[in-house]
């Protein structure tokens, strides 16, 4: 019965794809993005940075469409930060999920209709990997943020798995510090998925009075993100009092800068996170501060926007199906990303999904 289930799952691959195809090719083809050059030229970090072995192939130049409002497309000019026809994206840049992130702008850039109209803000705790991104995407919109570790490492309490402890995982609690003041909205992705639409359909999303919009799961058990010793005192769980929460996704958000600062959510974070460190109300890395200032309080997005727990579930990693309904992005949440299984020759059947859009020097 086992190769009966992996047929079946591939099966289910196979008709993703063909699900997929109109998305991955939206735009006629007088309006549709073309690549000048397709260059498999490898690029790599020097051969004495002992950090990362990684190289990656030298995307091809994305142009924006004929409706797209652009000078030359043959001359490319810096583009000032706080140019209002941008479209901001902030994604993360490690070593250990740099193959992600790569991938992620590769799939961003390739699926906008107007790929030189979004800026990429790129925040990392290590000042060696600008130079590769510049040489993977010579023509990409982008600034690299420093973001210093010791800023939440007193903050930060055990997890169940220990990825969910790094630093770099809290910066997006810190983007309205980090960003100009300029960049009044920003999108947020996990450096573990792929954009297989155009983003400015999700940058255009309404966010009405709220601060930040993400896809919610109100079927989701809410009580399950946090301790009994949570529930049974008074004080915390009166948090959600007056407030219907429900479960988000903290991986994909579009978040309302200027509302951000102005209410001061960082300082809210951290005093959540402050909490937890005396009382460990709940288990599970940087969301549970995030649903108790912001659960009920969240603008609805489309559930196409966030396919997640692709990565399976945080103790076993096994392979999961997609959510019933349209795809705009696929997101690998949990403890399997597709690049290492890949790469270990035991792919989910969705692997397949996210493949395409890897720039990993060693991909076919």
């Not at 579009?254 to 209410?263: E, F, G, I, P, S």
């Amino acid at each position: 019965m086992l190769w009966v289930k992996r047929l079946s799952g591939f099966v289910s691959a196979a008709m993703v794809l063909i699900v997929l195809s109109p998305s991955l090719q939206s735009f006629p083809p007088a309006e549709a993005i073309r690549s000048s050059h397709h260059d498999s030229h490898l690029l790599r970090l020097r051969p004495d940075d002992s950090l990362n072995p990684f190289s990656f192939r030298k995307a091809p130049t994305f142009r924006n469409a004929d409706k797209c409002s652009s000078s030359d497309p043959s001359i490319h000019s810096p583009i000032s930060v706080c140019d209002p026809n941008l479209v901001h994206v902030a994604i993360t840049l490690d070593v250990e999920y740099l193959r992600g992130s790569i991938a992620a702008v590769h799939s961003i850039l390739q699926h906008s209709l107007c790929p030189e109209s979004v800026f990429f803000h790129f925040l990392v705790s290590e000042n060696n990997l600008e130079a590769l991104v510049r040489s993977t995407f010579p023509q990409l919109n982008f600034k690299v943020y420093y973001f210093d570790p010791a800023i939440v490492r007193n903050l930060i309490s055990t997890s169940v798995r220990q990825a969910l402890e790094q630093p770099l995982n809290y910066a997006r609690n810190y983007l309205a510090d980090l960003l100009e003041a300029c960049v009044r909205r920003v999108i947020y992705l996990d450096s573990d998925l792929v954009v297989v639409d155009d983003i400015s359909k999700l940058w255009r999303t309404s966010l009405g009075s709220r601060t930040i919009g993400a896809p919610e799961y109100c079927h989701a058990n809410f009580t399950k993100y946090f301790t009994a010793s949570f529930w049974s005192n008074g004080q915390f769980s009166s948090a959600f009092s007056g407030r219907k929460p429900c479960y988000f996704n903290t991986g994909v958000m579009v978040m309302d800068l200027v509302k951000w600062r102005r209410a001061g959510y960082t300082k809210r974070i951290e005093r959540w996170m402050e909490i937890q460190k005396s009382d460990r109300i709940y288990e599970l890395g940087s969301l549970p501060p995030f649903l108790l200032v912001f659960a009920g309080h969240v603008a609805p997005i489309e559930h196409r926007w966030n396919q997640h727990g692709l990565g399976g579930d945080y103790v076993k990693g096994s392979c999961r199906d997609l959510h019933p309904g349209p795809v705009s992005l696929l997101h690998w949440s949990g403890s399997g990303k597709p690049w290492l299984r890949l790469d270990s020759k035991r792919p989910c059947p969705l692997d397949a999904l996210w493949a395409p859009y890897d720039l990993y020097g060693h991909s076919q």
